[in-house]
């Protein structure tokens, strides 16, 4: 437990400040988060029996972390990032069918293309929401991403400790037997607390915090769950070792790649 709380504040605390600084390093530390979290992914799906190309999952993440750093959304570099994304989502279908030919007109052959190409699209391209809210608006940006992972850390602490205390009713038993409809409800409350507190300090509009604390957090949960699933297929307890005592990185990150998107769009939305 000592070793999880030390490494779990060290962590924490160089996250925070890349996410505040932003630029380059921000930028290289998601990139390698992505590839990580990417190999871990692979390793989940071959341990359930589907065929991955690794290199090749590892290639078109790479190309899509290039991709956020160089391109801007209105396309001033010729290229939004729009069409980026779909010539790569359909280069990778098309190189994994063609790597693909010679192994049969098969179940299993088509569930490996569409794995491969899911690999991209989760942790690839979902990481990529970090760099799109930091670079949303210059002032605000990391702003934002505070807030975010203020909700996130608060719906996950909200839900372990009063799930302990209170968890009675049991929330997705085949998914994580662990977790609670009380324990949920808890960290739903915290989280969204949690978050609206922080973003009025950094002075962030109160109703926006309220509504998007409280659809982020739910949100949040769902991609924990979702990570439960994948691990469940593949019969693992961790994604993989990343941080001591706390698993892989789609263990720590599984909450925020499903919410990032939404803190993303709402802001993109109701405040810019």
């Given at each position: 437990m000592r070793i999880r709380i030390i490494s779990g504040i060290t962590g924490g605390i160089l996250f925070l400040f890349l996410l505040i600084k932003g630029g380059a390093l921000l930028s290289i530390a998601v990139g390698l988060l992505s590839l990580l979290a990417t190999r871990e992914l692979c390793r989940l799906f071959q341990k359930a029996?589907?065929?991955?190309?690794?290199?090749?999952?590892?290639?078109?993440?790479?190309?899509?972390?290039?991709?956020?750093?160089?391109?801007?959304?209105?396309?001033?570099?010729?290229?939004?990032?729009?069409?980026?994304?779909?010539?790569?989502?359909?280069?990778?279908?098309?190189?994994?069918?063609?790597?693909?030919?010679?192994?049969?007109?098969?179940?299993?052959?088509?569930?490996?293309?569409?794995?491969?190409?899911?690999?991209?699209?989760?942790?690839?391209?979902?990481?990529?929401?970090?760099?799109?809210?930091?670079?949303?608006?210059?002032?605000?940006?990391?702003?934002?991403?505070?807030?975010?992972?203020?909700?996130?850390?608060?719906t996950d602490t909200g839900a372990y400790f009063i799930g302990s205390a209170w968890g009675r009713t049991p929330l997705a038993p085949r998914l994580s037997p662990h977790k609670t409809v009380e324990g949920a409800a808890g960290g739903l409350l915290v989280g969204t607390l949690t978050g609206t507190l922080v973003g009025s300090v950094l002075q962030l509009p109160l109703v926006w915090l309220l509504g998007a604390g409280l659809v982020t957090s739910f949100t949040g949960q769902l991609g924990d769950l979702f990570e439960s699933f994948l691990k469940r297929i593949a019969g693992l307890k961790d994604s993989g070792v990343f941080l001591p005592g706390h698993g892989g990185v789609l263990d720590r990150f599984d909450s925020a790649l499903l919410a990032m998107p939404v803190v993303y769009y709402l802001a993109l939305f109701l405040l810019y």
């Open positions: 029996g589907l065929e991955v190309n690794l290199p090749l999952a590892f290639f078109f993440t790479l190309l899509i972390m290039i991709g956020e750093a160089i391109l801007r959304p209105d396309g001033s570099h010729g290229l939004s990032h729009g069409v980026f994304w779909e010539l790569s989502f359909w280069a990778l279908l098309f190189t994994s069918f063609l790597f693909s030919i010679g192994k049969g007109t098969t179940q299993g052959t088509l569930v490996s293309i569409l794995a491969q190409v899911f690999v991209l699209l989760y942790p690839g391209l979902l990481f990529t929401y970090i760099l799109q809210i930091r670079n949303l608006a210059s002032a605000d940006g990391w702003k934002l991403l505070l807030f975010a992972f203020a909700v996130i850390w608060g």
